[in-house]
């Protein structure tokens, strides 16, 4: 939390190790949820605890296990989903890289297209604290390049853009896959393997191995 109107809150769900995220400005109530999947019921009852109204779904990608409660949020909700334009999932607003959406007065968002994982990857900057990372990047280790759309070469240059970020950032990452559920963006930097230095060449071979 960057100050005491911003709620942000990482959300283990479903048997995949999945994160959903909260984020919310808590003078004016408005709240977004990232990456909602396998247990909308407990995400429904964490708004209605602190009485945050839901304006915009969030999806890191467009695979199932981070946009399968979409539809049934949006349907007792109303938010809007949003997603990477590339996304072909159904979605009510497409964005871009570097785009950025505020969320009440208190938080702003900014979009970081990330492609490599899957071609509508992105990270999203929260304030000044937060970095939600989807598949990009897990601690300690990074997302999958050989499904449908992977691109080992993207990835590198996703990689490039994230070395150019504030490395004090928190890391908040798609999947509970490492030794800690968070950690900074220079922790990452120094000790996960996959950011290691690679030329271009190097970092496809070592992803394609
Ligand atoms: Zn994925």
Redesign the pocket.
């Known amino acids: 939390m960057s100050n005491s109107q911003v709620f942000f809150e990482q959300v283990p769900v479903g048997a995949y190790r999945n994160f959903s995220y909260i984020v919310a400005d808590l003078s004016r109530s408005d709240a977004a949820i990232f990456d909602p999947a396998w247990e909308i019921e407990s995400l429904l009852s964490r708004l209605r605890d602190r009485n945050l109204q839901l304006k915009y779904i969030i999806n890191t990608?467009a695979?199932l296990?981070?946009i399968q409660g979409n539809v049934e949020l949006k349907r007792r909700t109303g938010a809007k989903i949003v997603m990477h334009q590339a996304s072909l999932a159904m979605k009510d607003s497409g964005v871009v890289d570097r785009e950025e959406l505020s969320l009440g007065e208190e938080v702003r968002l900014k979009f970081i297209h990330t492609p490599g994982?899957?071609p509508e990857s992105m990270c999203i900057q929260v304030n000044d604290f937060a970095l939600i990372t989807?598949?990009t990047l897990f601690i300690g280790e990074c997302?999958r390049v050989d499904?449908p759309g992977g691109d080992a070469s993207a990835l590198f240059d996703s990689f490039e853009k994230l070395r150019r970020l504030d490395p004090s950032l928190i890391v908040y990452p798609?999947h509970d896959y490492g030794k800690s559920p968070r950690a900074t963006l220079a922790e990452e930097l120094k000790t996960n393997y996959t950011l290691a230095k690679m030329s271009r060449e190097e970092f496809v071979k070592f992803m394609n191995s």
């Open positions: 990608h695979h296990d981070h994982h899957s989807g598949d997302g499904l798609g």
